[in-house]
């Protein structure tokens, strides 16, 4: 995006037409940095919290000297794996890799595996497709069928549904499955509304399907395909009828879905995240996949498995997911011991040395986290907490000190995407705001009162005259340098706008592999992706009565995680929490529209508003994530510590509740 | 007028994102929940068979902007080269008139300047060769821009009043093959219609209670003052002009401006508030003219008794800009009818305020019974026999020349009917065209089957 400055203040944010990803508009989070940028609320210096709990303003050598001293002390008392390093995915960019760099060079410290947002996901694609990447988002409009499964791109993905219009325009088809209707499915001929989590036993069936009638690419999978066969005795095992109880669908939508999808080429399947969050979810995530594999809907203009676009992890080292796994041959410097998932349960349970010590920065671990309560009690039990953070979360008010945050306008960066495969500059336009300094500022600035020094912390950590140079560092081995990524995007080298045309797929087999020895290997899973209902389900055999609804916690436009909604640009949107139920879920009891109500379950409780609306499926409520604690909708109070079955994984979906009125 | 810019909004293409709304807020530095632009949404609770639609609407720059055409206060302009219709903050009293005259809800009340603020087309963009920034802000290509086609009709969307007034706007309707998914479960009625408890009406009594006493008591002078220049009554022209100057007062202490009162009397060639301004001035001075000076000739009472008249005509045509669901073109409460009552009354002649009496309670009774039907709010059945009945006795009064409780009995009843008038008046406004069209759809009246 193009942003106007004038004295000093962000006034527009506009769209660069360079970037062919996003060339009409912003989303309304990037429309909103003109107020975030220069928000009251922004914390412009360091704070220390007083006895009374309070916060009040230090100066940075007050600061920094107190973080030295306590850093000093615990690793003498306890050894540097006492610091506990906790970072997610607030502000993007090279430069975020110098925190664990600076770790390194402090004598090391205990950090996560996993991630919250989408290891399952990318970890089943990984076993299937040897590697995560799709063609490029506009290639979505050659599609002449689009399934969205679990994605509700109008929300979370604003700018793929330019691609669906002109794919629509030209006659394309459109399918949702999803359990709420959403913006999304508006647009879409069929809104098929499955039990959550069961959408593997969903893809199986429409394999089984495919495979009776035909209507698969046998040359391609002779091809390409390893373990057809076995996959195919497998979506066997199980009738039509069977998966439709399951699920909760009618056969006959199972049929049109499967009717299009053998009929209509070229296809794609939009995937989203949160259908990942399940316990069995990587299987689920494998199934889905297997459907492009079968139908040959991979490597042609159109087709594909679209869910995440890695393309511009081009800068070394491992790429998602098995940068989340922890590694094989611990080096006894940095501990990868603590899963982001059971963050709270996995902090307290750490021995030798026990954490004492959490710097955490671009994260907001006690809104975002599962299981908030095990979280902030695990915070809680250390000696000394640091945070870095631009406004005062969830997890800045647990801080011992708050350090000021840059914004993404104050310090020059590389970033990547996700989705799109560029690589762009974010130059600094703004000088730091207040007090503010980069985090490479408060590592230096570390490191001297710590006695680390030379040129292993200017190559970990740059000072900011030698930023520049570093980052063009980083480019070299890309034959790229800034002046290059100044005249606007570049697609990552290497990239393509239609993967895998060559058909070569970086497995073990070198082909898609619906059989995974890997899997077994690696996750212990059945090699092939089949399907089981997740941990905790309303779907089972035995569900428990105190907790019949299936809990959602899906994202919204107004937000990204737990940012942007303090800003008052974004609260006219969506002033508060709410849970949304269906009209029968909710005259069973005994609520109506705006009613205040009680979600609970053994974990926790909320208390938010009611919204009744018959789109979403019975059985099933739904809450945004990302508020915070003073608005009202700590969301993970009520979901588990749970993993995904692959990848380390958050398991947020697996949560039932039930709800009164209050 | 050709080639004038005007909005397209593809409403196939629209999301709901707000970008639109958020961007105007942002590049014209409005309040941060203050912009001009506003999106509203159709079926959010997603009544099963009915499409979800989004409405991004602003100022639509009329060809013949009501806005414009209303203001008494010539606050409004055009900018010639685009076409903008602009509003002058320093010439507005902030009477809000325009967000009533306006039908798609564009003008809105600015508290903290006691004016009235819309959309001004980014004409400053648009010099430079610029496009407004909600356009350059979407991020689907929903809402573009682009000439506004000379003879084109707009088309039909939920929501957007085909006023006839010359929109710079043009639609692309939902598509039939992308209006609602086939669903796999059954259908269920959402409670759509507590939506309405959300709409915040232009007009209601204890906002503009100031307005209904104002012209209640307009009536009650060119009555009383009619009955004095039929000789009927003795009239003090210190309480007539005293009555007059509160009620004037009164009608202004709703302006955001009071000290602009004098601007009201700008735009007499086509405002209807312009004139009864002037009007009820132009009565008031006259008729207290005609009281002082005992000696004026005859027909200068009677001209003041025709502008008096004209007044409460003027009034009730001010208000034609606000519907009653269930009233007819007439009504019991319309001003000129009470005024001809009470004339009636004070000098005493019972056949002409009968029959006046007459008409007004067949229009209320009828008024009544079909708003019933129409499922419209009417007030309490006991305030109705009341308003009835209190009419009923002052012709029994009359009847039995009991002169001070048929007026009081009888300004009772006007009082009642007049207080329902203000409650009863709607503004139709994006926002209540959504729900009515809602309430249009057979599927919303389904009843949903079990599962």
């Given amino acids: ?662 | 007028m050709s080639a004038r810019p005007a909005f397209i909004v593809d409403v196939n293409k629209c999301t709901g994102c707000h970008a639109c709304a958020m961007a105007c807020g942002i590049a014209n530095d409005l309040p941060a929940t203050q912009p001009w632009r506003e999106v509203r949404t159709f079926n959010e609770l997603h009544v099963p068979g009915v499409e979800l639609m989004h409405l991004s609407l602003a100022c639509n720059h009329c060809a013949d902007a009501p806005c414009m055409e209303q203001c008494p206060a010539l606050a409004y302009h055009r900018d010639e080269q685009t076409g903008a219709v602009l509003i002058n903050s320093d010439a507005c009293l902030g009477c809000r008139y325009c967000a009533w005259a306006c039908p798609y809800g564009a003008p809105r009340f600015d508290e903290s300047r006691g004016v009235m603020t819309k959309c001004n087309f980014c004409v400053d963009k648009q010099h430079e060769g610029g496009q407004p920034a909600c356009v350059t802000s979407c991020p689907t290509g929903a809402l573009t821009w682009g000439e506004l086609p000379d003879e084109e009709l707009v088309q039909d969307v939920p929501g957007f009043a085909q006023a006839g007034v010359g929109p710079s706007i043009r639609f692309e309707p939902l598509l039939p093959a992308r209006r609602v998914p086939e669903t796999t479960h059954p259908p269920a009625m959402p409670p759509w219609r507590r939506l309405r408890d959300k709409i915040v009406p232009h007009i209601t009594l204890k906002h503009e209670w100031t307005l209904a006493v104002f012209t209640l008591l307009a009536a009650a002078l060119v009555g009383v003052f009619t009955a004095w220049r039929l000789g009927s009554v003795g009239l003090d022209w210190r309480v007539f002009l005293g009555l007059g100057a509160a009620g004037m007062a009164l009608s202004a202490s709703h302006l955001g401006h009071v000290e602009r009162s004098w601007r009201a009397a700008l735009h007499l060639d086509e405002s209807w508030l312009s004139r009864e301004i002037v009007l009820i001035g132009g009565f008031l001075a006259l008729a207290a003219g005609a009281l002082y000076f005992g000696g004026w000739p005859t027909w200068a009472g009677w001209v003041a008794v025709a502008l008096g008249f004209l007044t409460l005509a003027a009034i009730d045509r001010v208000y034609r800009v606000a519907t009653i669901r269930g009233s007819g073109p007439l009504n019991s409460a319309h001003v000129l009818g009470t005024g001809l009552l009470l004339a009636a009354v004070w000098h005493w002649s019972l056949p002409v305020a009968g029959g006046v009496a007459l008409v007004k309670l067949v229009l209320y009774a009828t008024r009544r019974r079909s708003r019933t039907r129409l499922g419209c709010d009417v007030s309490h059945p006991a305030m109705g026999w009341l308003r009835a009945g209190t009419l009923l006795a002052g012709m029994g009064a009359m009847f039995g020349d009991i002169r001070w409780p048929a007026l009081i009995l009888i300004l009772v009843g006007e009082m009642i009917d007049r207080g329902e008038f203000y409650a009863e008046l709607e503004i139709p406004t994006p926002n209540s065209l959504l729900l009515d069209e809602l309430e249009a759809r057979p599927e919303a009246h389904a009843v949903p089957k079990g599962e």
């Fill in chain 1, 1 to 662: 995006m193009r942003v106007t400055v004038e004295d000093g203040r962000l006034t527009a944010v506009e769209p660069v037409a360079a970037n062919e990803a996003t060339p009409e508009g912003p989303c309304l989070k990037g429309l909103s940095y003109v107020e975030r940028q220069h928000s009251p609320d922004r914390i412009l210096h360091p704070l220390r919290r007083r006895a009374d709990g309070s916060f009040g303003r230090v100066s940075w050598d007050s600061a920094l000297d107190e973080i030295a001293d306590h850093l000093r002390r615990t690793r003498d008392e306890h050894g540097p794996q006492a610091i506990f390093h906790y970072a997610a995915s607030g502000t993007k960019g090279l430069l975020n890799g110098c925190s664990l760099a600076f770790w390194r060079l402090f004598g090391g410290c205990t950090t996560t595996f996993g991630d919250l947002c989408w290891p399952a996901g990318l970890e089943a694609t990984r076993l299937t497709l040897g590697e995560n990447k799709h063609n490029a988002p506009w290639d979505l409009a050659n599609a002449h069928l689009i399934i969205f499964w679990g994605k509700n791109a109008a929300e979370t993905n604003i700018h793929q549904m330019r691609f669906v219009d002109q794919a629509l325009d030209a006659g394309a088809r459109l399918i949702v499955i999803d359990p709420r209707r959403t913006q999304t499915s508006e647009r879409a001929e069929l809104l098929i509304q499955p039990r959550p989590g069961t959408d593997g036993y969903l893809a199986l069936a429409v394999a089984r399907l495919l495979i009776e009638k035909g209507s698969i690419d046998r040359e391609f999978i002779a091809g390409h395909v390893h373990g057809f066969e076995e996959f195919a005795a497998m979506a066997g095992e199980r009738t039509v009828e069977e998966a439709a109880g399951v699920c909760d669908v009618p056969v006959a939508a199972i049929e049109k879905l499967a009717d299009l999808l053998g009929s209509v080429k070229p296809a794609t399947i939009c995937a989203g995240f949160g259908m990942q969050r399940y316990t069995n979810s990587g299987q689920t995530m494998r199934a889905l996949i297997a459907l492009c594999a079968v139908t040959g809907n991979i490597g042609r203009p159109g087709a594909g498995w679209v869910y995440a676009n890695l393309q511009t992890q081009v800068f070394g080292g491992a790429r998602d997911p098995i940068a989340f796994f922890p590694p094989d041959n611990p080096d006894g410097v940095v501990r990868v011991s603590v899963s982001t998932a059971r963050l709270g349960r996995d902090m307290q349970a750490q021995t030798d040395p026990p954490l004492k010590f959490a710097w955490v920065e671009r994260g907001n671990p006690l809104a975002q986290n599962p299981e908030t309560h095990a979280v902030r009690k695990a915070f809680r039990e250390l000696d000394f907490r640091v945070v870095v953070e631009q406004f005062m979360t969830d997890t800045a008010r647990e801080a011992d000190i708050i350090l000021p945050a840059k914004s993404m306008f104050e310090q020059t960066d590389v970033i990547g995407a996700y989705w799109h495969h560029y690589l762009q500059l974010r130059p600094a336009i703004l000088d730091m705001a207040g007090e503010v300094k980069p985090e490479t500022e408060i590592f230096r600035e570390l490191a001297r009162r710590l006695d680390i020094a030379g040129p292993g912390l200017d190559d970990a950590v740059p000072g900011s005259r030698d930023l520049e140079t570093w980052l063009d560092r980083q480019l070299k081995p890309l034959d790229l340098t800034l002046a290059d990524l100044k005249e606007g995007p570049v697609p990552a080298p290497g990239s393509e706008n239609v993967v895998f045309t060559d058909r070569v797929f970086p497995t073990p087999s070198g082909k898609i592999e619906l059989l995974s020895a890997e899997a077994a290997m690696h996750w212990g899973i059945d090699p092939l992706p089949r399907a089981h209902l997740p941990g905790e389900t309303a779907a089972g055999a035995d569900p428990d009565p105190a907790t019949p609804l299936q809990m959602m916690t899906p994202n919204t436009k107004n937000r990204i995680h737990s940012q942007f909604g303090n800003l008052d640009l974004i609260r006219q949107y969506d002033p508060g929490p709410e849970v949304t139920m269906h009209p029968d879920d909710a005259a069973a009891r005994g609520i109506e529209h705006g009613d205040r109500a009680k979600v609970f379950n053994q974990r926790g409780e909320l208390e938010l508003p009611v919204r009744i609306d018959a789109g979403i499926r019975r059985g099933c409520v739904s809450v945004t994530n990302g508020w915070w604690g003073e608005q009202g909708g700590l969301v993970n109070l009520l979901s588990a510590g749970r993993e995904t079955d692959v990848a380390h994984g958050a398991a947020f979906h697996d949560t039932l509740v039930e709800v009164k009125k209050a």
